[in-house]
């Protein structure tokens, strides 16, 4: 505070800050998803509680799993290279009502391309297919997973950049 510098006096010098920006994205989600998952390549279907808060997605096999246990899994959005979820067609997925979430991370020694995940170069694209039950939850998930990508992408340098090509109606497993 500058209390005590008259009114009329020259400020000179130098002012450094030192400044960071982090998202505190107060979307949450929660409800039953049916999953797409690789299992010894076949392709299964799973239905799973999903919880969305803020920049993670965690699933269990039950709601109550939620307090008790571990999730088998999180979906780390500050990867996701999704442009914009949207609805896959029919000629991609002839599941209804099924939607599509694309994460990149470093490549592994013990990586190896699957259903879900291919290896392009030295990063791997891990494909999420989620399947709501009605149009109205899909709308609901899709709504609120975009408002959780704007956030994470306006205000943290360390999301991921959206993929430009291909979209993910043209993806194919």
Known sequence: MLSKVPFGAPIEGN????????SESRVIQ???????DDISGFGSWHRRWLVLAGSKIAYWKYP???????PINVIDLKKCVT????????????RPNTFELMTKRRATNADKSSLVESQQGSTV?????LSADSKEEREKWIRKLNKS?????????????PLDAPKPSETDL
Do not use: P, Q, Y
């Open 15 to 22: 002012i450094h800050l030192r400044m960071s920006c982090h």
């Open 30 to 36: 929660r409800g039953f998803i049916t999953m797409f």
């Open 64 to 70: 109550d799993d939620e307090k008790r246990k571990e």
């Open 83 to 94: 442009r914009e979820v949207s609805l896959l067609t029919r000629l991609v997925c002839a």
């Open 125 to 129: 694209i891990t494909k999420f297919w």
């Open 149 to 161: 990508l704007i956030d994470l992408r306006t205000w943290n340098r360390d999301a991921a950049k």
